[in-house]
């Protein structure tokens, strides 16, 4: 019985980390936010998935005439940063197959614990949460 045990783990886990490495393969791309306002660039940054902010739909900031910048983020030194290439996430793989880690909302200026769960090709649950609140948003690959 050992023995099979022995052959069914070395069958089976090189198997579990095949699909981690297609999965991570599978969010590398640009994602439009559900409020079609953002593209989120996703790429590989060493053992983790990271997202940043690649495009905004509304490049102007209507009160100042410039690009938006991060003024609600509650760092004071880094409420001048462009909003445009802030990097949102930087999500690891956990225990349970899944790409967790802090997600930043400049909406707000506050981190959030997230996850991202695929949904199909095409489609990621984005996850974000503060203690035992949580909410979702579904992003849309863009082509």
Not at 11 to 33: D, Q
Request: charge should be neutral; hydrophobic fraction near 40%; charged fraction near 25%.
């Amino acid at each position: 019985m050992t023995k099979f045990l022995c052959r069914a783990a070395a069958i089976v886990l090189p198997l579990m980390f095949a699909v981690s490495a297609a999965n991570a393969e599978e969010l590398i791309g640009a994602w439009l936010t559900q409020d079609k306002d953002a593209h989120i660039r996703i790429v590989k940054c060493g053992n983790a998935l990271c997202g940043t902010v690649a495009w905004l739909r509304d490049a102007t900031d209507p009160k100042t005439g410039k690009p938006p910048v991060d003024d609600k983020n509650p760092n004071v030194s880094l409420r001048s940063r462009p909003i445009l290439g802030i990097r949102i996430f930087a999500m690891e793989l956990d225990a349970t197959n899944s790409w967790t880690g802090d997600i930043y909302n400049s909406d707000d200026g506050k981190l959030y614990k997230g996850r991202l769960s695929p949904r199909g090709d095409n489609e990621l649950e984005v996850q974000g949460c503060m203690g035992s609140l949580c909410g979702f948003e579904t992003w849309t690959r863009t082509k």
